[in-house]
T-cell receptor, first 112, second 114 residues
Framework: KAGVTQTPRYLIKTRGQQVTLSCSPISGHRSVSWYQQTPGQGLQFLFE???????NKGNFPGRFSGRQFSNSRSEMNVSTLELGDSALYLC???????????FGPGTRLTVL | QQQVKQSPQSLIVQKGGISIINCAYE??????FPWYQQFPGKGPALLIAIRPDVSEKKEGRFTISFNKSAKQFSLHIMDSQPGDSATYFC?????????????FGAGTRLFVKA
């Protein structure tokens, strides 16, 4: 069974731009969570989607948004990029909200 | 906000030694405690997990010890190898206000000296 895939793997943007990251969960998984990882900050929870509905949201500004499609694939969008948004963005999928999360390789976003 | 406190932040162990990482959680409703291993440039990978109905779970060189009354759990890596050098995250998940949640510890960077 294929794992969680994230595209693109690397991205370079400039301040003020917006970016869209994509996540394809493991087949059969209906829950997708997004995390931001920066050096020394661990895994910061962004949001979780299940059956196309946002179930939980972390403490991030409204510039960070996401959605989930009927095939469980998910996208997250960051608008008006800031230098501090440079991070590894990880997607994790699970069968349901209470199940084990499996992570993708992440998208490395660099904001110049 | 519910937290999972993980210590130490970093750890250096000699090859063949025992690596011990500790975590403490707050929400007694949490009922699933996984550990993840992350190598540079990769996403975290599930290493081993435990539920509170047992006090210990062993898989190869990796053991989770769980103390429900103290709300603490730890990862022990026996016979640590240089290939174990990575960042380790503990997590706690279960029902919380607003639904099911998984909360991660801040991570421990392990370096095993050859």
């Amino acid at each position: 069974k294929a794992g969680v895939t994230q595209t693109p793997r690397y991205l370079i943007k400039t301040r003020g731009q917006q970016v869209t990251l994509s996540c394809s969960p493991i087949s059969g998984h209906r829950s997708v969570s997004w995390y931001q990882q920066t050096p020394g900050q661990g895994l910061q929870f962004l949001f979780e989607y299940f059956s196309e509905t946002q179930r939980n949201k972390g403490n991030f500004p409204g510039r960070f948004s996401g959605r989930q499609f009927s095939n469980s694939r998910s996208e997250m969008n960051v608008s008006t990029l800031e230098l501090g948004d440079s991070a590894l963005y990880l997607c994790a999928s699970s069968l349901g909200p209470a199940d084990t999360q499996y992570f993708g390789p992440g998208t490395r976003l660099t904001v110049l | 906000q519910q937290q999972v406190k993980q210590s130490p932040q970093s750890l250096i162990v000699q090859k063949g030694g025992i690596s011990i990482i500790n975590c403490a959680y707050e929400n007694t409703a949490f009922d699933y405690f996984p550990w993840y291993q992350q190598f540079p440039g990769k996403g975290p990978a599930l290493l081993i997990a435990i539920r509170p109905d047992v006090s210990e779970k062993k898989e190869g060189r990796f053991t989770i010890s769980f103390n429900k009354s103290a709300k603490q759990f730890s990862l022990h890596i026996m016979d640590s190898q240089p290939g174990d050098s990575a960042t380790y995250f503990c997590a706690a998940s279960g029902r919380d206000t607003g639904g099911f949640k998984t909360i991660f510890g801040a991570g421990t960077r392990l370096f095993v000296k050859a």
